[in-house]
């Protein structure tokens, strides 16, 4: 079966650091990644998307890049974290026979 | 513009009620609609996904029913357990890759 695991989930970052965040997918191959984020009180926004190994498209203009050098792995980063680049982060995968998206359990940062 | 409004922004009922969540879209090509719910600090996790064929949908205690020509759905949850508290969000799948539009979600209490 298919899993996805995302970490850290919990992050406390000064303004200023960088910012690595990891997202894994076991269980398939070759599946569209994406990475979100979600404001409180506020929808799901798209920021990545990647149909492939160093395919991304971005959605969103921000601090924020995301790479993607293994086949099922994803990886949001920051060379400078910004206090508003604090929220809840959520990566998902979807495949050629999955109707929707499955997420990853988040990450909560907090830029302090 | 591709929307998706919810309705109530949130909601208490007590244990043991029964309860109706509203989502409305103008999401245009449509493709499916995937019920989520997502517990506080957590992933969103799939309840149903409905394509336009499709007018109803249960997955235990919850039953989806979408109405495609009035660009409706409601989740309803029968015999309401405390473990419901959380928040549902309705997110509609058009097509490609980036777009997936999430409503903002309803919060549900569900109290003893």
């Known amino acids: 079966s298919q899993t996805i695991h995302q970490w850290p989930a919990t992050l406390v970052q000064p303004v200023g650091s960088p910012l690595s965040l990891e997202c894994t997918v076991e269980?398939?191959?070759?599946?569209?990644l994406y990475w979100y984020r979600q404001a409180a009180g506020r929808g799901l926004q798209l920021l990545f998307y990647s149909v492939g190994i160093g395919q991304i498209s971005s959605e969103v203009p921000q601090n924020l890049s995301a790479s993607r050098p293994q086949d099922r792995q994803f990886i949001l980063s920051s060379k400078k974290l910004l206090l508003s680049d604090s929220g809840f982060y959520l990566c998902?995968?979807?495949?050629?026979?999955?109707?929707?998206?499955?997420f990853g359990s988040g990450t909560r940062l907090t830029v302090v | 513009k591709n929307q998706v409004e919810q309705s109530p922004q949130s909601l208490i009922i007590l244990e043991g009620k029964n309860c109706t969540l509203q989502?409305?879209?103008?999401?245009?090509?449509?493709?499916?609609l995937r019920w989520y719910k997502q517990d506080t600090g957590r992933g969103p996790v799939s309840l149903t996904i409905?394509?336009?064929?499709?007018n109803t949908k249960s997955n235990g205690r919850y039953t989806a029913t979408l109405d495609a020509d009035t660009k409706q759905s409601s989740l309803h949850i029968t015999a309401s357990q405390l473990s419901d508290s959380a928040s549902y969000i309705c997110?509609?799948?058009?097509?490609?890759?980036?777009?997936?539009?999430f409503g903002k979600g309803t919060m549900l209490l569900v109290s003893p």
């Open positions: 989502c409305n879209y103008t999401v245009s090509p449509f493709s499916n």
């Open positions: 269980g398939t191959s070759n599946p569209n």
């Open positions: 998902a995968w979807s495949g050629l026979r999955q109707g929707g998206y499955t």
């Open positions: 997110v509609v799948r058009g097509s490609g890759y980036s777009t997936l539009t």
């Open positions: 409905m394509t336009f064929s499709e």
